[in-house]
């Protein structure tokens, strides 16, 4: 899942140029039609069928407003106070909480297949679509193209279109649902299209894995793609902590893997007071940039398996803090 943290961060203002028109004719429209031509011989030998493809390419254009997002792409260095008073405000954690009792039992059964914290999932469903509100509203297709065509990285992109028209034609979705960001990240737990084909579930058993509104299968598809990529039932992300004067800082690395009786000899405490288990389980304590004075985090290996869905530590940070809330 690429370009993550931008769009979580630039989403509010994205969405809003998402009805942009297309871009004319200047773009190269010839150019972009023999470009189409070539994706769909290399889609019908892959043996996606001509239907498919003639609905899916019906109408698509290059769009302009995917190409200036692209080229201008901002990079951002927030601290931590300032990305967790972004993506976590009030309203989020209060909207966490409601969402939560309102699919706890849901969530529960999704627990029992896949062995994954319902309240990872739910802070994963938060910060990715604001609980389901926010799916995208770029027709993948169109928005893939455009970048497979004219993008930084045309290689993965077209991959991703190749993908995209799979979906399409094992049946689970239609053209005109199949909406993304701009990226071409889709649905609510906003997958990317080789994502989706790896780890997208039918957790409703309607026979289709609909991620843009069924959510049985936005929660099992989130389930799905942390248990798969190993996450340990039973076991908690992270802690924070307080940690001791003159705390070396270099220490706090992921490398870093020490148990947690060792780190407690060094002085490192739970902000709650209590202790942290079994003396010999394995933690890696991690300091947000920016973070307060003696302010940081016991990390175990559920949180590594949360930074596989997007690496950013402050993604999986905040991921973890809003599921807390959401209890």
Do not use: C
């Not at 200036?68 to 601290?79: H, K, S, Y």
């Not at 780890?199 to 598809?221: E, L, N, T």
Request: glycine letters at 10%; proline letters at 5%; aromatic letters at 12%.
């Amino acid at each position: 899942m690429i370009y993550r943290r931008t769009l979580l961060l630039s989403a509010p203002f994205a969405a809003s140029a998402t009805l942009a028109s297309s871009a004319t004719s200047a773009w190269g429209q010839d150019a972009f039609g023999a470009f189409v031509n070539g994706v769909k011989a290399e889609a019908r030998r892959a043996g996606i069928r001509d239907a498919t493809l003639q609905q899916a390419f019906a109408g698509v254009e290059p769009n302009q407003r995917v190409i200036e997002l692209d080229r201008r792409q901002p990079e951002f260095t927030l601290t931590w106070p300032e990305y967790r008073a972004r993506v976590l405000p009030d309203s989020r954690l209060q909207a966490a909480r409601e969402n939560y009792a309102r699919e706890r039992s849901l969530l529960a059964r999704v627990e029992e297949r896949y062995g994954v914290d319902p309240l990872i999932i739910m802070g994963i469903w938060g910060v990715e679509s604001a609980f389901g509100t926010n799916k995208g509203n770029y027709r993948l297709v169109e928005a893939l193209s455009t970048l497979a065509w004219e993008g930084r990285r045309a290689a993965y992109f077209r991959g991703e279109l190749i993908n995209a028209l799979r979906i399409l034609d094992q049946g689970d979705v239609t053209p005109a649902r199949m909406t993304a960001g701009w990226a071409g990240a889709m649905g609510q737990p906003q997958f990317m299209p080789s994502s989706y084909l790896r780890f997208a579930v039918d957790f409703d058993s309607d026979g289709r894995r609909d991620i843009w509104d069924s959510k049985p299968d936005v929660f099992g598809s989130i389930g799905n793609y942390l248990a798969k990529n190993g996450w340990r039932r039973g076991e908690p992300w992270a802690q924070p902590v307080v940690l001791p004067a003159g705390f070396d800082v270099a220490n706090a690395t992921h490398d870093n893997r020490r148990s947690v009786g060792e780190w407690t000899r060094m002085g490192v405490r739970r902000v709650d007071g209590r202790g942290f288990g079994h003396a010999d389980t394995s933690g890696a304590v991690v300091v947000p940039s920016g973070a307060a004075p003696g302010e940081g985090f016991m990390t175990y290996a559920n949180f590594n398996v949360i930074r596989r869905y997007n690496s950013p530590d402050f993604y999986a940070l905040v991921v973890g803090l809003l599921g807390d809330a959401a209890a």
